[in-house]
């Protein structure tokens, strides 16, 4: 059984930081895509960032591009997205996802439960 499990989410401040941590079992970061998405109150799911299985190459939103960094640690097989300037429009619930091939909206093999982030003004 594979069991994605985010957690660091919290309130935090417009300009703060938070580290949103995801440990998985049942299979190996490494050899996955892992990532994120969010869903903001009352709008549609996003993809947030993804780190390839194969070369480690990282992917992100052009809404959180040099703000939020994703990475994972093989030992602990557990997936970080380090979101800094968070901002207010950053609130949502963010979920870890992974995919034997690649994350993308229409690709995603397993969905772990989210974790809330609420950033205030």
């Known amino acids: 059984q594979v069991l994605l499990v985010a957690s660091g989410g919290g309130l935090v401040q417009a300009g703060g930081s938070l580290r949103l941590s995801c440990a998985a079992s049942?299979?190996?970061?490494?050899?996955?895509?892992m990532g994120w998405f969010r869903r903001a109150p009352g709008k549609e799911r996003e993809f947030v960032a993804a780190i390839s299985r194969s070369d480690g190459s990282t992917h992100y939103a052009d809404s959180v591009k040099g703000r939020f960094t994703i990475s994972r640690d093989n030992a602990k097989n557990t997936v970080y997205l380090q979101m800094n300037s968070l901002k207010p429009e950053d609130t949502a619930v963010y979920s870890c996802?992974?995919?034997?091939?690649?994350?993308?909206?229409?690709?995603?093999?397993?969905w772990g439960q989210g974790t809330r982030v609420t950033v205030s003004s």
């Open positions: 996802v992974a995919d034997s091939v690649i994350v993308s909206p229409t690709s995603v093999d397993y």
């Open positions: 049942g299979l190996t970061v490494s050899s996955y895509a």
